[in-house]
């Protein structure tokens, strides 16, 4: 994750970082009025815009879809919760172009070929869950709302938005920007790639992570199963210390994941 540090010496990784985070900001305060669970969730076609930069931006797209985030919540009322929100946006906006790095190849994501579109789904959906995995592991160990409903709505709601809406965006921008040698690739070309090794070993790494967080959190959350090394007395609502318990590993294991990418 060292691009993540070096893109701040680039002055046109930081203008394009603060471009992100204006962009996300920009559609995601008017959606605050549009709430789907009030004091939970809102309508959020804005989570379309950090996909779409990190196709473009790179690392840019990490931050500014973090800051953008954390904007947006300054209107929507800031909480405990806000810090797992903005790292889970940070990963949502960050991990998309590394995952694309390694699975695709430096193939254009607007491609309309059945083996792009696979590629597409898999990096938007490790993304979506990712990002829920942070923000519903976080309010649920601060006893806030239980991970099964939060995380489950933010996987759906960042799926959408980045399955029907970023494509078409994508489509419409990507050829430009690349045309005019705006991706982070031409930006920050100095910054070498892992090893295809330890890309995807990384990868392999934030797929269980990512995978077994989700899974695991939606079990404990609803009390369905509790891993027997729990303490009886931890196995009950809202199951908060169970949760820092059983899914924490995971989520070590797929930031480790994302760092190795």
Not at 91 to 120: H, L, N, Q
Not at 184 to 199: I, K, Q
Not at 244 to 256: C, H, K
Request: proline share 8%; hydrophobic share 55%.
């Amino acid at each position: 994750m060292a691009d993540l540090s070096l893109m701040w010496r680039n002055t046109r990784m930081v203008v394009l970082c603060a471009i992100s985070a204006a962009l996300y900001a920009a559609v995601l305060v008017p959606f605050k009025a549009l709430p789907i669970i009030p004091g939970i969730t809102e309508l959020r076609p804005a989570n379309a815009i950090p996909v779409v930069c990190s196709f473009l931006f790179g690392p840019a797209a990490g931050w500014g879809s973090a800051i953008g985030n954390m904007i947006g919540d300054f209107f929507g009322g800031v909480g405990p919760g806000d810090v797992f929100g903005f790292f889970g946006n940070l990963f949502y906006g960050y991990v998309p172009y590394k995952i694309w790095r390694i699975i695709a190849d430096g193939e254009s994501p607007v491609s309309r070929s059945p083996a792009t579109i696979a590629k597409y789904a898999i990096t938007c959906l490790l993304a979506s869950i990712l990002c829920a995995d942070f923000v519903g592991w976080g309010d649920n160990m601060l006893a806030l709302r239980p991970f099964s409903v939060l995380g489950n709505l933010i996987v759906i709601n960042n799926a959408t938005a980045a399955f029907v809406l970023a494509p078409f965006i994508l489509y419409e921008v990507y050829p430009r920007v690349r045309k005019g040698r705006m991706l982070y690739t031409d930006v920050m070309s100095e910054v070498t790639p892992p090893s295809r090794a330890a890309s995807a070993l990384g990868l392999a790494m934030l797929a269980v992570g990512t995978l077994g967080a989700w899974a695991v959190g939606n079990l404990v959350s609803t009390g369905y199963w509790i891993p027997s090394l729990i303490p009886p007395g931890m196995a009950q609502p809202p199951y908060d210390r169970a949760i820092a318990i059983a899914v924490t590993p995971f989520m070590m294991l797929a930031v480790a994941g994302v760092g190795l990418m």
